[in-house]
């Protein structure tokens, strides 16, 4: 994905450095922090549906756009 969105090379693993410091504040079980973690790290899969045209897109989506971009954690979840 990082070739298609310079972005999202950078973005999963901000993701699960942060979901990991939540998931350790209130001590949670080692296991479920680790699959904190995992699911952090492909929380934005779906966008592999997404065209370029919208991933590379350097001003605001408009509605149709979004509406694609909406789909796709139901296309990432689809894909596990």
Known sequence: ???RDRCTG????EVADLAVKLAQAPKLPQD???RIEAAARVHDLGKIAAPNSILLRPSPLDAKEWEIMKKHPLVGA???
């Open 1 to 3: 994905m990082s070739a």
């Open 78 to 80: 689809e894909t596990l």
């Open 10 to 13: 950078v973005h999963p693993e």
């Open 32 to 34: 479920e922090i680790e």
